[in-house]
């Protein structure tokens, strides 16, 4: 059974820290079959459950060596394998495949179509089934449709694989989600979602590398992009391996840890207010998710920002051509885009946890974007510099996309509304990526004027939703802080979840030498796979 907390001399005495959870073993429900799995952990422990700064350190840091490496692999992987179709297209994949009209568009769109198709499916097996494995099959699986996709040499066919690889990637981005939801405190996961999606920008570099050494390779029996295709497909399915191999489902299944090193990584996600894993599906939480205003704001924002997204993946080296530039220098300028990405995605991360505030940060981010597609639009094609200049400006949107996957897993609790807002998001991003590469087209060459415009005005809603959605924020915390007054607690909470370790030692400290009591620390729901709405003690951040 857990141990009972300290008294406040053993914490003015001791150098460990209990969560304020903790309660005395008679007054700590037992869990039922279906309850919290964290819960059912510590309830069955005998280890433990007070821990130094030292120790959580050391257990954080085996974390992100472990699971923080594999999340980068399989985000650079599914960024790349998607991405392929838009590197081959000055290879020939056009003549070759014989594509005319929306058709190439429609390779770019069908891919996020089936994603959408999918979401729905993903939140059910991410509750239902064990994380690391399903991982592993949906990189396997993907792998294998885009090494398939090599012996594709017209559209339907193409078609037909490109919908494969969307609906097994589908799983990829509500994971990624998932895991870092299960492993990392909130104040931990803003910085934590920047590096795996900064592997967008890693992807535009060694995908631009792959693919100008490659598009070097003269075959009498293979075309230029079926040769991208087999590389990268097999090194995907290659890595599933990897992943089935180390990826841990829970951290209550990992076998790199130790049974105490267990418990400190499940006790320090209490204050999270949002549970780890249930593997229980509730219809209470969808139907909390399809009415929460929250939503619907993330799911505006993500195809906001997804439509310009999705029109730069797919178009992006086709504009590159049109400012007069060959197919392989096109190529070498997506280096610095890719860059550019890497860095704008972890600057807006860093931003943001400093600032603590993801509106601002991302709206920002939007007006830079919008200040590059200017650029694209009014200055003449004989100014190629410029132009460039101008395209790599808009390559900063990327930064926008891991916030809001990032701000939105902070906000949601309960293990089924968390998957279910995911998939919501992730509906928002496919449709967003269907979209945008429709409002492009090969006859719009070399000005591309419709779809930039499109992207323009969709940079400017981008701003202004997310600046809405702090402030909608804000007034939640004020309507729970009135909640927990109307219950007889106090309204003021202290947030531990966006605390380090050595910092609420200190709080704690303080409060127990001065007496205070004008803040409360209240996370007894922490494990009880309760909503954030019904949750009068959870905190949302900014």
């Known amino acids: 059974m857990a141990s009972k907390p300290p008294s406040p001399e053993q914490i003015e005495s001791a150098d460990t820290i209990t969560p304020a959870t903790d309660t005395a073993d008679s007054d700590t429900p037992k869990p039922t079959p279906t309850a919290e799995k964290a819960a059912q952990f510590l309830a069955s422990t005998t280890v433990d459950r007070t821990f130094t700064p030292e120790e959580e350190k050391a257990v954080l840091r085996r974390i992100d060596?472990?699971?923080?490496?594999?999340?980068?692999?399989?985000y650079f992987f599914q960024q790349l394998d998607k991405s392929s179709l838009s590197y081959v297209s000055i290879f020939g994949l056009v003549e070759d495949a014989k594509l005319v009209g929306q058709q190439y568009s429609w390779l770019g769109s069908i891919l996020y179509l089936a994603q959408l198709v999918m979401q729905p499916l993903a939140a059910l097996v991410l509750v239902k089934l064990p994380t690391g494995k399903v991982i592993a099959a949906a990189i396997f699986l993907w792998g294998s449709s885009l090494t398939i996709m090599a012996a594709c040499t017209d559209f339907p066919s193409l078609l037909g694989l490109r919908f494969c690889l969307g609906a097994f990637e589908s799983m990829i981005a509500p994971s990624c989600i998932a895991v870092t939801q299960m492993w990392w405190r909130r104040g931990e996961q803003t910085w934590r979602a920047a590096l795996w999606n900064a592997m967008n920008g890693v992807t535009a570099i060694v995908g631009s590398l792959f693919t100008y050494g490659l598009g070097h390779i003269h075959s009498d029996t293979l075309f230029s992009y079926q040769i991208i295709f087999i590389l990268c497909g097999l090194l995907t399915v290659a890595y599933s391996f990897v992943v089935?191999?180390?990826m841990p489902d829970s951290p209550m299944e990992a076998k790199f840890l130790g049974e105490r090193e267990k418990v400190i990584a499940v006790e320090r996600l209490r204050a999270n207010q949002m549970g780890v894993i249930s593997r229980e599906w509730r219809w209470d939480h969808v139907l909390e998710t399809m009415v929460d205003v929250k939503t619907?704001?993330?799911?505006?924002?993500?195809?906001?920002i997804s439509i310009p997204s999705g029109g730069i993946s797919t178009f992006g080296s086709l504009i590159i051509t049109s400012f007069g530039y060959t197919n392989f220098t096109a190529i070498l300028f997506n280096l610095p885009f890719g860059a550019i990405q890497f860095v704008i995605i972890l600057l807006g991360g860093w931003l943001a946890t400093k600032f603590r505030t993801k509106g601002l940060v991302i709206a920002g981010i939007a007006?830079?974007?919008a200040v590059g597609t200017i650029i694209m639009l009014t200055v003449s094609r004989e100014q190629k510099g410029v132009l460039l200049f101008g395209y790599y400006l808009v390559s900063c949107l990327a930064g926008i996309t891991p916030l809001v996957y990032a701000w939105e897993a902070q906000n949601t609790a309960g293990d089924t509304k968390r998957k279910c807002t995911s998939a919501v998001v992730l509906v928002g991003m496919c449709t967003g990526n269907v979209i945008g590469p429709q409002l492009y087209s090969l006859e719009q060459a070399p000005e591309y004027r419709p779809g930039l415009i499109s992207n323009l005005v969709m940079f400017i809603l981008v701003a202004i939703i997310a600046v809405i959605a702090d402030l909608y924020l804000y007034w939640l915390n004020k309507r729970h802080a009135k909640r927990r007054e109307a219950l007889g607690k106090n309204a003021?909470?202290?947030?531990?979840?966006?605390?380090?370790k050595n910092k609420l030692q200190e709080t704690k400290a303080g409060e127990v030498e001065d007496g205070a009591k004008g803040e409360e620390r209240v996370v007894d729901k922490g494990f009880q796979d309760t909503t954030d709405l019904k949750n009068e003690d959870f905190i949302y951040v900014y």
Do not use: K, Y
């Not at 619907?296 to 906001?304: C, E, Q, R, T, Y």
């Open 65 to 74: 060596l472990r699971v923080l490496p594999l999340l980068l692999g399989a």
């Open 296 to 304: 619907w704001v993330w799911f505006l924002l993500i195809v906001a």
């Open 244 to 246: 089935l191999i180390f």
């Open 367 to 369: 007006m830079i974007a």
């Open 492 to 500: 003021r909470v202290v947030d531990e979840s966006m605390m380090g």
